[in-house]
């Protein structure tokens, strides 16, 4: 157990290390883009207006409010100390909602689309995976290659491809939003139908590709344990195939943990085509509108959030393997 | 003689089917006896069926392995027509037990070692208690002297020494009356080598099994550890006798040939090359029709390369496979044995 202490300590000192160089670069990066955002939106807020020293006037108090005009390093320390605080300030390009208001609406939405569409692909392509390792023959050489195909598909393909056949060609369902545009947000019937049909189509999108790779990964991981010497020993012992079948698979299936807790771990940065391409008003939309807005405290949140999912994700996975998995266990102590 | 016999084999034959649909003969027509109480060593060099033998002896095949012909008779009930699945309930793990050649891989890694032997008992009896198998493992660890410490840990946790002895405690677990270990020390250092060659010695004398065949590819180690030893070649049985006989007065030239390893350091030759024997065994997919060793033998004729050779019973439990007479093959060999002797005076 001390050495599991050592480790835990330093994997635990190297994931703080990544956070803060993390937290930099969400603050810096985003501020390095082109363009003047307080004047963006003041042009927007001034339209129509002559006066010169009123347009000045509108800008000094923007760039007051949001802190603009004061040197990088200062806002810097502003920034984190609201950070700490749990104040990630105001939108500059939704003003006046704050940061926390606009992903607090858009978070439910991917958290919604995404951890079922990534727990469903991970179940059917490991059970897919399994079975053609198990079942060989034509079932393997069937799901294999279009297994293949379907994971290397770019992301965006797969999202134009069922929008162009089920929700154009075919008009089953709607190519874009969470709900009917005309619906205002209520527990009705009718709205509920409206998000389970917007629903179907960036959900089979992200689906339809996880399942691909998990199904490949899942059975040359399987295959190679079917042919493990210890299958051999142990149906000389007499144990019966269904149970080492068992055996097969959960250690086959160990490894895959990882790839679940790390698509976990990138959810929001996973979700940003399909929910973009559907317009779906989730947190990958977002980050898009945040973007093309130079929306600073928007942009370094958003990203802060991915930054720190993802690193909890692999925190916990490393952390936690250990106890599942035996064979890690040891090199981890070592 | 008057032990009941515990494992009979008749002309067993079995033959690997490959992916391009060839048939490979590693195991061609075998017989043997191994007696309650008594170890039977094999003996050959690499690639030469030891590890095909040793899976078709325990009756249960699966691709790529095929049985062909032969019978298989375990304390007198011949399991060679009995259907798979009771073999694998009825008879593997409690009638006759595996050691694999690799046992340093053969336990699942992310399973405790006390749950694997859960697995092993209630796959025969469905009906004991964990409690009762803990009972069981600890006292047969206890006397095969392994800590029962090995128990709660996963085999990663073991060094390679205590793995191989795990395997070799498992397998035995049940009480089988044939045990068959497949080269269970040649991955081991000299150390742990020892002490699993002292183990196996004890499972007899502890009626941990009743019988027990031993393979190797190194012969020295047979000697001193079994009562018999065989010595095959190309997947046939080549020689036949006592440990005594086999390594003190092998008759085919092939045993002769690789006895020469044992012997040689004795006559103080030390640095003379005679063990290896020149040349390379015949492929099995396309055996020769005659004698299979013709190819490499220093005494070969025309007649050997003729006919298939049978195996030529002496009498005693002793056997070889060559035409030529015992008297012969002695002939031979003495004359060699003076040969060398002069040379090494006049060296
Ligand atoms: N799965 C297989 N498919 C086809 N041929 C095989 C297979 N396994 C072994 N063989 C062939 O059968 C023959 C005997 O192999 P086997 O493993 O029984 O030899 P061995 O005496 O145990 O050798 P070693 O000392 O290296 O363990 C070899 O010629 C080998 O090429
Ligand atoms: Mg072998």
């Known amino acids: 157990m001390k050495g599991y202490r050592k480790y835990f300590l330093n994997k635990l000192l190297w994931f703080l290390i990544t956070f803060v160089c993390a937290f930099l670069l969400n603050f810096i990066l985003p501020r390095l883009m082109p363009g003047d955002p307080v004047a963006a939106i003041v042009s927007r807020l001034a339209q129509g207006m002559s006066n010169t020293t009123g347009v000045q006037a509108i800008y000094q108090q923007y760039a007051d409010l949001f802190g603009t005009n004061k040197p990088m390093v200062e806002q810097f320390f502003i920034y984190v100390r609201n950070v700490f605080r749990g104040d990630f300030g105001f939108s500059f390009a939704q003003y006046p909602r704050t940061v926390a208001d606009v992903i607090k609406s858009s978070i439910v939405w991917t958290a919604a689309l995404q951890f079922p569409a990534i727990i469903v692909g991970w179940l059917i392509g490991n059970t897919l995976g399994a079975l053609a390792a198990y079942l060989k023959g034509g079932f393997d050489k069937v799901l294999m290659p279009v297994s293949i195909f379907v994971s290397n598909f770019p992301p965006f393909g797969m999202a134009v491809i069922l929008m162009v056949i089920f929700g154009v060609s075919l008009k089953w369902f709607p190519t874009s939003g969470g709900y009917g545009f005309d619906l205002i947000p209520s527990f009705s019937w009718s709205f509920i139908w409206s998000v389970i049909v917007h629903y179907q189509l960036p959900f089979w999108s992200i689906v339809l590709i996880a399942i691909g790779g998990q199904a490949i990964g899942m059975r040359s991981m399987s295959i190679y344990e079917l042919n493990a010497d210890y299958v051999k020993y142990s149906r000389f012992m007499g144990i019966k195939d269904r149970k080492i079948v068992g055996y097969v698979f959960r250690n086959a299936m160990l490894p895959q943990i990882t790839g679940l807790a790390l698509s976990i771990g990138t959810m929001v940065g996973g979700a940003l085509v399909a929910e973009i391409i559907f317009s779906y008003p989730g947190l990958g939309s977002t980050i898009l509108t945040a973007v093309r807005g130079g929306d600073y405290p928007l942009i370094s949140a958003t990203t802060l959030i991915i930054t720190i999912m993802v690193l909890i994700a692999n925190f916990v996975i490393e952390i936690s393997y250990g106890f599942i998995d035996p064979r890690i266990k040891a090199a981890q102590s070592d | ?347």
């Open chain 2, 1 to 347: 003689m008057s032990n009941p016999v515990m494992l009979e084999v008749k002309g067993l034959t079995t033959k690997y089917i490959t992916r391009f649909r060839e048939d490979v003969y590693a195991v061609d027509h075998v017989s043997l006896k191994v007696e309650e109480g008594k170890s039977l060593g094999i003996a050959g060099e690499s690639g030469c069926g030891k590890s095909t033998l040793a899976l078709s002896l325990m009756g249960y095949y699966f691709p790529p392995l095929h049985y062909t012909s032969g019978e298989i008779i375990i304390d007198g009930r011949n399991i060679s027509r009995m259907d798979p699945d009771d073999i694998r309930r009825d008879i593997l793990g409690t009638e006759i037990s595996y050691i694999p050649q690799s046992a340093m891989n053969a336990l699942n890694p992310t399973q405790k070692i006390i749950s694997f032997i859960e697995d092993v008992v209630q796959a025969h009896e469905p009906s004991r208690t964990k409690k009762d198998i803990h009972d069981l493992a600890r006292k047969s660890f206890e006397v095969l002297g392994l800590p029962a410490e090995v128990l709660q840990k996963y085999p990663v946790e073991l060094s390679g020494g205590m793995k191989q002895r795990t395997v070799i405690a498992t397998s035995v677990i049940l009480s089988p009356k044939v045990l068959i270990a497949d080269e269970p020390s040649s991955a081991l250092d000299v150390t742990s080598q020892k002490m699993v060659i002292k183990m196996l010695k004890n499972l007899l004398e502890h009626g941990f099994t009743k019988s027990m065949i031993f393979i190797t590819h190194e012969l020295p180690l047979l000697y001193n550890v079994t009562d018999d030893i065989m010595v095959m070649y190309a997947g046939q049985i080549v020689e036949k006798g006592t440990a005594q006989e086999a390594v003190f007065d092998p008759l085919h030239p092939y045993s002769k040939g690789l006895m020469g390893s044992i012997i040689v350091p004795e006559y103080g030759l030390r640095d003379v090359e005679l063990t290896a024997i020149p040349g390379v065994p015949p492929n099995l997919k396309n055996p020769p029709a005659g004698c299979r060793f013709a190819e490499r033998c220093k005494y070969v004729r025309a007649e050997c390369e003729a006919n298939p050779v049978p195996l030529h019973d002496v009498g005693g439990g002793r056997a070889y496979r060559c035409i030529l007479s015992e008297r012969e093959l002695r002939d031979f060999y003495t004359r060699e044995a003076h040969m060398r002797e002069a040379h090494q005076n006049a060296g």
